[in-house]
């Protein structure tokens, strides 16, 4: 039953929706570890990518089945108006935009580009999946999509525009509602939205992507390791649902192919992990992989811009989207956006508008990363560490996060080396607008041709930087990383004078970075095992509390109504661990309100001493005294009003919902540096939080002479049906913060007593 798939469910990808020769034969065996880990081992790529597709079915159906409808833009369709994509977009929006985004021009076009093996990875997990679906009585299937009309059959078109919706999560994917609202004044056709555009929750969205989507990083070389050979602590803190949330497997091509770890949904490959020869990770990086660009609108050609004195039509696209309605009726909404020759237009209400002289547009340089499928697939088959580097400089397929990496030989690799816009200082000098750039948004002048992106033929794709003009660093004692710009990767070779796009120059590190620095510094003479290396996670250890608390408590003795909250302070380990008492939610509340207070720092922050500074309380200036003590009165009365007893630990307060049991999580926000980041919002029923995102795949992977040694767990466990062995297993782990072994050699697997094994065969 070999065919092309991208015919099925209405996806016909034009050309693509043609019959192929018959491929490759699928034929993949999967045997099930502990904690339902599969491991996949197949003759060829479309062997391989059946059985991730199977596996990942058998764990998540409903989640990718959910997933490709929001990419193919159809939620409205089978979920009407009300509710939101796991994005948080309301699914009319979310329709109208992913009905742009993923037309069948692009897909099939992506389509063109992919390496047979990319495409005969595709091919074979759609067919896994539809296999998996097949063969599951409707009575087997979980409770959330069973009997739905949306749970239907996948093609490798609807795998490929859920990469297009992953390649612009950190750029244009910010800016739907931008997109959505963007009109010249006076037009009225935002009717068909529904609803007035949020653009409070959309601010809250990016600031939320930022948050949700950091990571730590750690590669260890041979001068600091115990063994003389590469340590890598992989932190990634992603979501805990949704589009971006991590399944552990292990995939093998015998003689090809050997690589553990965790990959994205619908992806078959690994994201993040490991071979016999290297490991690596990614984190979220601070470059920008967009540019805005301000349009000057010619008043007497209207629906014109210019560019160097050059009329040029904006092009109005029309859109429509089916809404399901309570009766169970379909209509069809319209809608319009505009788009010019840089991308689509943006309105954004008090900071982007439209008027009748300006607009504003958007180019995200990873619409055209038709590389990233292709990158992770090299990355995965690396001998070397060289090999590895070689490869993403060739391909420049990472999208939006660094690269971190440790080999056997005890050689460490920091990489910046996502897709990001090309611009020369003296364009960024004359061309782009400094008072919006503060805000993260750079905006450059898009009537003059002089201010666009620069073609560079190193580079694989046309405008972006070029792989000799990003970060690189090879060292042997460490690199490391926690979201911030490469400069401080390590203090022993800062990495300076970078475009400001990709990375700058002697800025605050945030508090995450500089744990890891205190730690990997203060070393000497002293190797770091892996033990050492995993308790800067269990240990849940709050840096910005050693920085601020001994100089809070000098303000005891002079103000009684600081009693309850000294206390609280004195008696706290300043860890965010489950048996955590007040004195955590005291810190928490209080650093909130210390951010905004002026001039607070005793010892400001000095670019020459970044890991040392700031720190300490300027309590000899009256006023900041002042602010500081209210700030802990506040932060007493916001603890009481949460209705937080004195005798309260964190493990009750912050948990996650399975089923009806509520895991009590450690860790906490990692802005007070807190390397376990959590990140929760107030339960919806009862008082405490619910964890959405955070510390998820976790991977410590040790070089040995015998091959490599990995420890970690996946945080919220394999599987989201609440009737898998694999909802919660793994979740309990991480409450107790237990590490489990990782098997990847095959005397790991036979010792770990495979609970399964399946020969699939199409």
């Known amino acids: 039953m070999r065919r092309f798939l991208a015919?099925?469910?209405?996806?016909?990808?034009?050309?693509?929706?043609?019959?192929?020769?018959?491929?490759?034969?699928?034929?993949?065996?999967?045997?099930?570890?502990?904690?339902?880990?599969?491991?996949?081992?197949?003759?060829?790529?479309?062997?391989?990518?059946?059985?991730?597709?199977?596996?990942?079915?058998?764990?998540?159906?409903?989640?990718?089945?959910?997933?490709?409808?929001?990419?193919?833009?159809?939620?409205?369709?089978?979920?009407?108006?009300?509710?939101?994509?796991?994005?948080?977009?309301?699914?009319?929006?979310?329709?109208?935009?992913?009905?742009?985004?993923?037309?069948?021009?692009?897909?099939?076009?992506?389509?063109?580009?992919?390496?047979?093996?990319?495409?005969?990875?595709?091919?074979?997990?759609?067919?896994?999946?539809?296999?998996?679906?097949?063969?599951?009585?409707?009575?087997?299937?979980?409770?959330?999509?069973?009997?739905?009309?949306?749970?239907?059959?996948?093609?490798?078109?609807?795998?490929?525009?859920?990469?297009?919706?992953?390649?612009?999560?950190?750029?244009?994917?910010?800016?739907?509602?931008?997109?959505?609202?963007?009109?010249?004044?006076?037009?009225?056709?935002?009717?068909?939205?529904?609803?007035?555009?949020?653009?409070?929750?959309?601010?809250?969205?990016?600031?939320?992507?930022?948050?949700?989507?950091?990571?730590?990083?750690?590669?260890?070389?041979?001068?600091l390791s115990d063994n003389g050979k590469g340590l890598l602590l992989a932190n990634p803190h992603f979501p805990w649902f949704g589009a971006l949330r991590f399944y552990q497997l292990h995939l093998s091509i015998p003689g090809r192919l050997d690589v553990m770890g965790a990959a994205l949904p619908g992806l078959p490959l690994v994201n993040i992990g490991f071979n016999q020869h290297l490991a690596w990770t990614h984190t979220v990086d601070s470059s920008s992989h967009f540019t805005l660009h301000r349009l000057e609108l010619n008043p007497q050609a209207p629906g014109h811009y210019r560019v160097d004195g050059i009329d040029y039509p904006l092009e109005k696209r029309m859109l429509s989207v089916e809404v399901l309605d309570a009766q169970g009726n379909l209509s069809t909404l319209e809608h319009s956006l505009y788009l010019s020759k840089y991308?689509?237009?943006?309105?954004?209400?008090?900071?982007?508008?439209?008027?009748?002289?300006?607009?504003?547009?958007?180019?995200?340089?990873?619409?055209?990363?038709?590389?990233?499928?292709?990158?992770?697939?090299?990355?995965?088959?690396?001998?070397?560490?060289?090999?590895?580097?070689?490869?993403?400089?060739?391909?420049?397929?990472?999208?939006?996060?660094?690269?971190?990496?440790?080999?056997?030989?005890?050689?460490?690799?920091?990489?910046?080396?996502?897709?990001?816009?090309?611009?020369?200082?003296?364009?960024?000098?004359?061309?782009?607008?400094?008072?919006?750039?503060?805000?993260?948004?750079?905006?450059?002048?898009?009537?003059?041709?002089?201010?666009d992106w620069r073609h560079d033929e190193s580079a694989a794709q046309p405008g972006i930087v070029p792989p000799g003009k990003l970060p690189v660093l090879e060292r042997e004692d460490f690199v490391q990383n926690s979201n911030d710009s490469a400069w401080m990767t390590n203090p022993a070779a800062r990495l300076t004078g970078f475009s400001p796009l990709v990375s700058r120059d002697g800025q605050l590190l945030g508090p995450r970075t500089r744990f890891a620095l205190d730690q990997l510094t203060r070393l000497g003479r002293e190797r770091l095992d892996a033990q050492r290396l995993e308790r800067l996670v269990t240990d849940n250890q709050v840096y910005l509390a050693d920085l601020l608390v001994d100089d809070l408590l000098t303000l005891c003795p002079e103000n009684r109504e600081l009693v309850e909250v000294c206390t609280g302070l004195r008696l706290w380990s300043r860890r965010a661990g489950l048996e955590d008492g007040s004195g955590l939610l005291y810190f928490q509340h209080f650093a909130e309100h210390f951010r905004a207070i002026p001039d607070a720092w005793r010892i400001p922050f000095d670019p020459q001493d970044p890991v040392h500074t700031p720190r300490g309380i300027a309590l000899d200036d009256p006023q900041v005294r002042e602010k500081v003590v209210k700030a802990l009165l506040v932060a007493r009365d916001e603890v009481a009003a949460d209705g937080v007893g004195a005798k309260t630990v964190w493990g009750e307060l912050q948990k996650t919902s399975r089923g009806a049991e509520r895991i009590p999580i450690p860790g906490g926000d990692g802005r007070l540096g807190i390397y376990n980041a959590i990140q929760a919002r107030p339960a919806s029923v009862g008082r405490g939080l619910e964890v959405v995102g955070g510390s998820s795949y976790i991977q410590l992977v040790r070089f040995t002479e015998e091959g490599p040694q990995a420890r970690g767990l996946l945080s919220f466990s394999q599987s989201t049906d609440p009737a898998s062995p694999h909802y919660r297993d793994q979740t309990r782990l991480f409450s107790r913060q237990t590490w489990q072994t990782i098997p990847f050699s095959e005397a790991q697997i036979k010792a770990s007593s495979p609970s399964e094994v399946l020969k699939l065969a199409e």
């Open 7 to 223: 015919g099925m469910v209405g996806a016909s990808l034009a050309c693509l929706a043609l019959p192929v020769p018959a491929g490759p034969s699928m034929v993949a065996e999967i045997r099930w570890t502990a904690f339902g880990v599969p491991h996949i081992r197949a003759e060829n790529e479309a062997g391989l990518g059946y059985g991730i597709g199977y596996a990942y079915a058998r764990d998540n159906l409903c989640l990718l089945a959910e997933e490709i409808v929001t990419a193919r833009g159809e939620r409205a369709r089978f979920f009407g108006a009300d509710g939101q994509s796991s994005s948080r977009i309301d699914n009319v929006s979310s329709d109208f935009f992913f009905r742009w985004l993923n037309d069948d021009s692009s897909v099939a076009a992506l389509w063109q580009v992919q390496p047979e093996p990319v495409r005969q990875l595709l091919e074979g997990y759609a067919a896994g999946f539809n296999r998996y679906l097949r063969d599951t009585p409707e009575e087997q299937r979980p409770v959330a999509c069973a009997g739905r009309e949306w749970l239907r059959p996948i093609s490798s078109g609807d795998l490929l525009r859920f990469t297009r919706r992953l390649m612009i999560e950190s750029g244009l994917g910010q800016f739907v509602e931008a997109v959505l609202n963007a009109a010249p004044p006076g037009e009225q056709d935002r009717a068909a939205l529904r609803r007035p555009v949020d653009f409070e929750q959309a601010a809250r969205r990016r600031e939320a992507f930022v948050r949700h989507t950091g990571s730590n990083g750690i590669a260890v070389g041979r001068q």
């Open 343 to 451: 991308g689509p237009l943006v309105k954004w209400p008090g900071l982007l508008d439209w008027t009748d002289g300006t607009a504003y547009a958007l180019h995200d340089a990873n619409l055209d990363n038709t590389r990233a499928l292709q990158q992770w697939t090299e990355m995965n088959r690396a001998t070397s560490l060289a090999e590895f580097r070689t490869s993403i400089e060739r391909t420049q397929g990472i999208p939006w996060v660094n690269t971190l990496a440790s080999d056997e030989r005890g050689r460490v690799l920091y990489m910046n080396a996502s897709v990001i816009p090309n611009l020369e200082a003296d364009q960024l000098a004359n061309c782009l607008d400094a008072s919006l750039a503060g805000k993260g948004l750079p905006v450059l002048d898009g009537s003059r041709s002089a201010c």
